[in-house]
Nanobody
Framework: QVQLVESGGGLVQPGGSLRLSCAASGSIFSIFAMGWYRQAPGKQRELVAGLTSGGSTNYADFVKGRFTISRDNAKNTVYLQMNSLKPEDTAVYYC???????????????WGQGTQVTVSS
């Protein structure tokens, strides 16, 4: 079994910061990429930031310069440092991992349960 567990969401004022964490656990053979998506009420889920095992990153235009994705490979954990938060950043943030499980199974995407981020005064 593979699990992704997120933490770090909450309520923050505009201009504030939050740091999200996502730890992948279970029978994992290899992680190819990890990333963060978000979904606001009434909207589709969208990519926020991604990070490959080789260290390549990509960011959505709406977070460039404000958010930073990083990873601790030894802990199979990915982080999202969010600065200069805006009310429009309010959403449920989901962790994603493209990985190959250690048991007999295909390489595929896994998702966390989501963590709420609310930016409001």
């Amino acid at each position: 079994q593979v699990q992704l567990v997120e933490s770090g969401g909450g309520l923050v004022q505009p201009g504030g910061s939050l740091r999200l964490s996502c730890a992948a656990s279970g029978s994992i053979f290899s992680i190819f990429a990890m990333g963060w998506y978000r979904q606001a009420p009434g909207k589709q889920r969208e990519l926020v930031a991604g990070l490959t095992s080789g260290g390549s990153t990509n960011y959505a235009d709406f977070v460039k310069g404000r958010f930073t994705i990083s990873r601790d490979n030894a802990k199979n954990t990915v982080y999202l440092q969010m600065n200069s938060l805006k009310p429009e950043d309010t959403a449920v943030y989901y962790c994603n991992a493209d990985l190959l499980p250690a048991y007999l199974g295909p390489r595929r995407d896994y998702w966390g349960q989501g963590t709420q981020v609310t930016v409001s005064s």
